[in-house]
Structures are given as structure tokens and as C-alpha cells.
């Protein structure tokens, strides 16, 4: 008489767990493939949400972004509950808001450029802040407000020698920037600068002593 196969615990024995046999398929789908929807209703909302995401992703090809978003946009608000879709769908719309968003004029006053240079010089950006600086120079050679930017963003590169004639040029054309200098940490680079103390106490006509920076650059500390 055979023996009866043990029962193993935890896992019943059905008929469809034995292996398929010659001429039979398995039907089970295969592992690298998503999961069907649960319901038939699960399964309708997939496929509209997924043929209103390619309309989407057809407009973005033909650069009609201003259709693109708005067709992905509708995906995250028609279909809330297709989640793993909608991280596709945020990937496309950054690329469309960063088309469809006017771009800001380029500033073309001193004021503008001033503004201009400001916003920079607080988002770290030293070099943009420095092209707008400079045409304010070029075009207003006394601005001290410009001369003093100009000082701050050198310093913020570590160019102290550059920082340092700014600053002269600034503190004589206006005395206030001394005082200002004195607190502002954007000029922490220059703190241990002989030059930089001695312009802090110089009187406005007295000439700054051009020496030689000994501060280390930022990338030698």
C-alpha cells in the first residue's frame, strides 16, 4: 500500500497547487507582472486613468504643455486612488509647470539689477549676483550700494583683494557702509583681515593699505 503524503502545516493542499502537467498550462501569472486589479471596477478606473495619463504624455511630446497639464492634472484629480500611477504623473508635470511658468524680464534698470543682485547673493548664487553688480558699476561707477554688494559677494568667493577695493571705494563714497560693514557676517571672510580692520577705523579720506590677503581660501581650511 502507498504511503499518504504528509500534511504540511500552514499551506492546505489544493488541486491547483500540483505542478502542471504535460500538455496543461500554469495559469498563474507570472511574478515580474503587476497583479490584476481586485474588482472589475478597480480594473475600469486603471484604464481610463491610464489612457487620460498617455493623452497627457502625448501632448507633452508635440510641446503642447498647457494641454499636457492640464490632461495630468486630471489624472491625480479623477483617479485619487491610482497612486503608484500618479508618481509618474508628478515626474511630467514638473516638466510642463517649468514651461508653461512666465519667465521673470531680465532687469534692465539699476534699481532692477540691484534687486536682481540682492536675491542672488541670498540664494548663494555669487556669480549671477556679479554679472548684475558689474553692469550696475558700468553703467553708475559711484553707486556705493552696488560697490558694497560687489565686496560682499568677492568675500562670500574668497576674493579678498577684490572684496577689500569694493569696499574702500564704497566707504568713501559713503560713510554709513562702515558701520554697516561692521556687523554684516556676509563680510565674516574678511574679519581677520588687517586691511579690513584698519578701513573699519580709517577716516573716509584716508586710502586703504592694499596688502596682500592672509585669510585662507575656504577650500584650504
Not at 498617455?54 to 490632461?71: C, I, N, S, T, V
Not at 512666465?102 to 539689477?113: F, G, H, I, K, N
Request: charged share 30%; glycine share 2%; proline share 9%.
Amino acid at each position: 500500500m502507498a504511503k499518504q503524503r504528509p500534511h504540511q502545516k500552514g499551506k492546505p493542499t489544493q488541486p491547483h497547487d500540483r505542478p502542471p502537467q504535460s500538455g496543461e498550462h500554469a495559469t498563474r501569472p507570472a511574478a515580474s507582472q503587476p497583479a490584476p486589479p481586485s474588482s472589475q471596477t478597480r480594473r475600469s478606473t486603471y484604464v481610463d486613468a491610464v489612457a487620460l495619463y498617455e493623452r497627457g504624455l502625448e501632448a507633452l511630446q508635440q510641446h503642447d504643455y498647457a494641454a499636457a497639464l492640464d490632461k495630468l492634472n486630471s489624472v491625480l484629480r479623477l483617479y485619487p486612488e491610482e497612486k503608484e500611477l500618479h508618481e509618474r504623473v508628478r515626474l511630467y508635470l514638473n516638466v510642463c509647470e517649468r514651461h508653461v511658468a512666465p519667465s521673470a524680464p531680465a532687469p534692465v534698470t539699476v534699481q532692477d539689477r540691484l534687486y536682481a543682485a540682492t536675491l542672488a547673493i541670498n540664494g548663494g548664487r555669487y556669480d549671477e549676483a556679479l554679472m548684475h553688480l558689474r553692469l550696475v558699476r558700468d553703467e553708475d561707477p559711484d553707486n556705493d550700494h552696488a560697490l558694497y554688494m560687489l565686496a560682499v559677494a568677492h568675500a562670500q568667493r574668497d576674493e579678498l583683494a577684490e572684496a577689500l577695493a569694493h569696499l574702500e571705494r564704497a566707504f568713501a563714497l559713503n560713510s554709513e557702509n562702515r558701520a554697516i560693514a561692521r556687523q554684516d557676517p556676509d563680510l565674516d571672510p574678511l574679519r581677520q583681515h588687517e586691511t579690513f580692520r584698519a578701513a573699519l577705523d580709517a577716516p573716509s579720506s584716508t586710502p586703504l593699505d592694499r596688502r596682500r590677503p592672509t585669510v585662507r581660501p575656504r577650500s584650504g581650511r
